[in-house]
């Protein structure tokens, strides 16, 4: 038997670039986040190295935009028809001890479900960018996220997924909890 800790961030890689599995995987109730015409147009892509490069934390105040989220547009339906996004506080040891803002993507497409972790969250100027992997906080970036608009308003944000060798996917979502726990 294949050691899971292995499979899964590759399947979970295939599936962002395209090479995924092709069978029908069920929708979460409600069917799915976007219309043609409410759908995000893509945009911009942010390399791992911008992130690198990038400030410390997003250009929001915390309390703005932890919490947990419910996708109500993509860009890409092929990729995400509906999605869960969870963003929220956790402490780290190396290379010191502190707390950092970190999220899971959750995001259901026709033939595959795919589960992301954000961490390394930072701004260039007052775009929020992460890096995103697949499987551990700790594996090497299997991508980026930028935040492209953050309404404190309405609770919504919008972000671009940019996976490594993958065309950037655009995602709105709409908070429906400042709670980031279940």
């Known amino acids: 038997m294949p ?3 292995r499979v899964i961030p590759v399947l979970v890689l295939l599936s962002l670039t395209g090479a995924g599995c092709t069978s029908a995987a069920p929708v ?7 219309s043609p015409a409410s759908a995000p147009r893509p945009g911009p892509a942010v390399s791992v190295a911008d992130v690198a490069r990038a400030a410390p934390g997003w250009p929001a105040p915390k309390a703005a935009y932890l919490g947990r989220y419910k996708l109500t547009g993509s860009s890409d339906p092929s990729f995400a028809r509906a999605g869960l996004l969870t963003l929220f506080m956790r402490t780290i040891t190396k290379p010191k001890k502190m707390v950092v803002p970190s999220g899971i993507l959750s995001v259901y ?9 954000l961490s390394q969250f930072g701004h260039l100027g007052q775009r929020g960018v992460a890096d995103v992997t697949a499987g551990l906080y700790a594996a090497p970036p299997a991508g980026t996220v930028a935040l492209t608009a953050f309404t404190a308003d309405s609770h919504t944000l919008t972000l671009v997924l940019s996976p490594s060798g993958g065309a950037p996917v655009t995602m709105r979502f709409t908070r429906y909890s400042a709670d980031p726990h279940p």
Do not use: E, F, N
Not at 28 to 34: K, Q, R, T, Y
């Open 3 to 5: 050691d899971r800790r």
């Open 109 to 117: 497409g026709p033939g595959a479900t795919s589960v992301l972790y």
């Open 28 to 34: 979460p109730a409600g069917g799915p986040a976007s």
